[in-house]
């Protein structure tokens, strides 16, 4: 049976559906042939970004804030082999075609500490679902993701004073997320119980154009099964490079990757590791560069990637950032 939440309601009970899903776990999402994964691999962060999943070491100054929409769509994240009596068994699309959409907000309570949220839902998908192993329905056409709240702190910012003194080319910022179970947990859109992700992130920008990035982290869940598959704890690796092709930021070009080593074994104890690389171009068209539009695409490393990885991805990032606040920009 679905369970939907509204964003105020979501909002209200985070916590509480955190803390309780962590410890009693849901009971629709136990034994072998469980839907409540998260098949969305792609998290982006709120607040200032240089690349589509590579965390920024830069946040919001005080009293600032911001927003953004990020929007993906991919193919076949959630693909399940069906293994029929006397057969060869089949390869079903449990999940075959999907848009997902994160609503991102940004509040710089200082000029060094940033909270965020982020709101996934998916305004259209298809698919098999469940249906070949259990015989119930398909995929309903939209779903409600889980929730996240998080925090980000520059530890190293990229000048001593947002407001001035001399620029300093690399940045340090932690991160503390937490994915709240208030999706849809029977349309591949929810996970049975809260995720805790700290991670660390560190950015490097050239007066010449050259920018790089750097994520390391972990996503701390609790395991669920699905048919062989075992979704659970996993490390987060992201890194990408690019270059300003066009001075302030009013073009840049990027290459990025990011690989989610999985921490539980898999049924013949073998280890997955969901990984995606993606090309993306940037304009940042405004004087302070406040405003940004990202479009990228890309897919996996892998001929046959494990799953929740999709078989490719596009995405399209709209931002409103105004980390130059009333001092004027490094490039500008």
């Known amino acids: 049976m679905r369970t939907r939440k509204g964003p105020l309601g979501g909002a209200a009970a985070c916590t509480l559906l955190a803390v309780t899903a962590t410890a009693h776990g849901d009971p629709a999402c136990f034994g072998r042939n ?40 991919l193919s076949r994240p959630v693909i399940i082999h069906v293994p ?12 075959n075609q999907q ?53 980000a702190y520059e530890i190293v910012p990229h000048t001593p004073e ?17 994915s709240a179970p208030t999706g849809d947990h029977d349309e591949f859109a929810g996970e ?38 075992r979704i659970g704890s996993e490390i987060v690796l992201a890194a990408g490079v690019g270059y300003e092709i066009l001075p302030h930021q009013l073009l840049t070009a990027a290459l990025e990757a990011w690989a989610l080593p999985m921490l539980v074994a898999q049924s013949d104890g073998s280890h997955i590791a969901p990984a995606e690389w993606q090309a993306s171009v ?13 479009l990228g695409g890309g897919g996996p490393f892998e001929t046959s990637p494990p799953i929740t990885t999709p078989q490719f991805r596009f995405t399209l990032g709209v931002r409103w950032a105004p980390v130059a606040s009333d001092a004027p920009q490094e490039s500008r």
């Open 34 to 73: 469980s839907p409540c994964i998260n098949d969305d691999a792609l998290w982006p962060h709120a607040g200032p970004a240089r690349f589509v999943q590579v965390g920024s070491a830069e946040t919001l100054p005080a009293a600032q804030l911001g927003f953004g929409l990020v929007a993906s769509y």
């Open 84 to 95: 029929p009596p006397g057969g060869l068994g089949s390869e079903q699309y449990a999940v």
């Open 99 to 151: 848009v997902n959409a994160t609503f991102l907000w940004a509040y710089g309570v200082t000029d060094r500490l940033e909270l965020d949220v982020a709101l996934p839902i998916t305004p259209g998908q298809s698919g098999a679902g469940l249906a070949p192993v259990t015989g119930g329905g398909t995929l309903e056409d939209t779903a409600v993701r889980d929730m996240r709240f998080g925090v």
């Open 162 to 178: 947002k407001a001035g003194g001399a620029s300093r080319e690399w940045g340090l910022a932690g991160r503390f997320e937490m």
């Open 192 to 229: 049975a119980s809260a995720v805790f992700v700290p991670s660390v992130s560190a950015d490097y920008r050239h007066p010449g154009g050259f920018i790089a990035g750097l994520e390391a982290g972990a996503r701390l869940r609790q395991a669920t099964d699905l048919l062989t598959a």
């Open 282 to 294: 940037r304009t940042a068209p405004l004087r302070r560069g406040d405003l940004s539009i990202q």
